[in-house]
């Protein structure tokens, strides 16, 4: 049995796509493996997963698959098979969590639900830094970074995260305050925006709406 915590470090897991992907309403999945007498099954207990796979003739787990290096060309290929669903899962059903504060998840979770968009990290320099983009023109409308309060001219040096918007009228809606001038893009056309709930939800998801439309 094994733990998948240390993989899910920075990743957050979505509930409601373990059921998309095949989970039952218990949040366990079970797939027979090209050997029929194996037995992959992942469960999502306590906020992870945990995975194992079973010997189904000796209805006992089958720990060789959870060895780093196993010996034996059928042990290794067994792993093989049962790494690359975990990778899978993983892939399909969780989303970065590299955004920690809290009205950043709530903004990620209605971009992800109204423009059926995810999270891009385009840059391996910058892991704290990602896009979201129109699927039908592939323009982006938002990007989401963490950074230095400093960097964006408010007070402190501790960590901050803030999204970059379009908008049509930049010079008017400036209050230095919760909406700043563009970070690191064209300061007539984009704008700042610190995810501390210095700006109401309703306000920032207005606000992202329109840099949604302005670039469709």
Not at 17 to 40: C, H, M, W
Not at 64 to 84: C, M, Q, R, W
Not at 140 to 158: C, M, P, Q, R, T
């Amino acid at each position: 049995m094994r733990d998948l915590s240390d993989l899910l470090e920075d990743r957050a897991i979505k509930k409601e796509r373990l059921i998309d992907y095949g989970f039952n309403q218990d949040y366990v999945f079970e797939k027979t493996l090209s050997n029929p007498n194996f037995k992959a099954i992942i469960s999502y207990e306590n906020d992870t997963l945990i995975t194992k796979v079973i010997d189904l003739e000796m209805d006992e787990d089958y720990v060789l698959v959870d060895v780093k290096t196993p010996i034996g060309k059928f042990a290794a290929e067994l792993k093989i098979e049962y790494e690359s669903i975990i990778t899978d899962i993983i892939e399909k059903c969780t989303r970065s969590n590299v955004f920690k504060f809290s009205q950043t998840k709530r903004l990620m979770d209605r971009i992800e639900k109204r423009y059926n968009t995810e999270l891009e990290f385009l840059w391996e320099k910058f892991p704290k830094d990602a896009i979201y983009r129109n699927k039908t023109n592939n323009k982006w409308f938002a990007l989401l970074v963490a950074l230095d309060k400093s960097k964006i001219g408010l007070e402190g040096e501790e960590e901050i995260e803030i999204a970059i918007i379009k908008h049509d009228n930049v010079s008017n809606i400036i209050d230095g305050e919760s909406i700043l001038e563009g970070y690191h893009m064209n300061k007539k056309y984009w704008i700042t925006l610190p995810l501390d709930d210095r700006i109401s939800d309703e306000k920032l998801f207005e606000l992202v709406d329109n840099s949604y439309n302005l670039i469709s």
